[in-house]
């Protein structure tokens, strides 16, 4: 699988870019998709056509925006971009606007690129680093903080979940199934790693036609409020995760659906 510095390289990187709208941001990160070939024009269209009609859900922690659309022949490889606002800006999310980055994504499936997305899970998950990334001056230095940290925790994540019965699990859910439910069950996972529980749960990222039809499957499923309300009874426990980024928020969703 590739990594986070091979999908997201410094040419896809821009700081202090300026978008009048949440159209023009995610214009943004998909423009610079385009100018690395890892999609067409098409693409970008695709992702803002995605907010139209699934809601702001793509806002998936305080100030952070997780642009991205189902592989389609408009993407060309699997790819990301990473643009920093000039000035944030309003996507209608009702708790974590304005945005100030925005994370673009286009993937050719729905798993090559599950590396890259533990790695940024973890480096946003991270305070002090997470900050430092919204910090950085230049888009060089973005990249070198990226590149740095891109493989810390990977083994012991490995070595945690290797082994044993999977006896429950939990389905994280987003309108795609490729971004921001494999960025959620990536915080997820991290956190059942760190209770001991990573080889008794586990975690599969879906999209809602498909958790629809796996719900029975699962204990609960944790989305986010717009997906939650499209979502609607499936016959388990919907529950809503606010920052996606939060292992602390994830660590309590888990919690209460435990009774721990």
């Not at 998936?60 to 944030?88: C, D, E, K």
């Amino acid at each position: 699988m590739a990594a986070l510095s091979e999908l997201l390289p410094v040419a896809a990187v821009t700081v202090d870019a300026p978008a009048a709208d949440w159209r023009e941001a995610v214009r943004r990160a998909g423009d610079l998709m385009v100018a690395t070939g890892a999609a067409t024009d098409a693409y970008t269209a695709e992702m803002i056509e995605n907010v139209e009609q699934n809601g702001p859900y793509i806002v998936i922690a305080p100030g952070l925006a997780f642009a991205h659309a189902r592989p389609s022949p408009a993407v060309l490889r699997t790819g990301m971009s990473w643009v920093r606002l000039a000035r944030p800006v309003a996507f209608g999310h009702e708790s974590n606007d304005p945005v100030e980055l925005v994370v673009g994504l286009a993937a050719k499936d729905a798993s090559e690129h599950t590396a890259a997305m533990g790695a940024l899970a973890r480096l946003l998950a991270d305070q002090d680093t997470a900050r430092a990334l919204r910090e950085a001056p230049t888009a060089q230095a973005v990249h070198a903080i990226l590149r740095g940290g891109q493989e810390a925790g990977a083994p012991a994540q490995a070595a945690a979940r290797g082994g044993g019965g999977e006896l429950h699990k939990i389905l994280t859910v987003c309108g795609n199934g490729v971004g921001t439910s494999l960025f959620l069950k990536q915080t997820v996972e991290g956190v059942l790693d760190h209770w001991g529980w990573g080889r008794y749960v586990t975690v599969e990222a879906t999209d809602t036609i498909s958790a629809k039809g796996k719900a029975n499957e699962a204990v609960a499923i944790l989305t986010s409020r717009e997906i939650a309300r499209t979502l609607g009874d499936v016959g388990v426990p919907v529950k809503v995760v606010e920052d996606f980024t939060s292992a602390a928020e994830a660590d309590r969703v888990l919690r209460d659906t435990y009774d721990v």
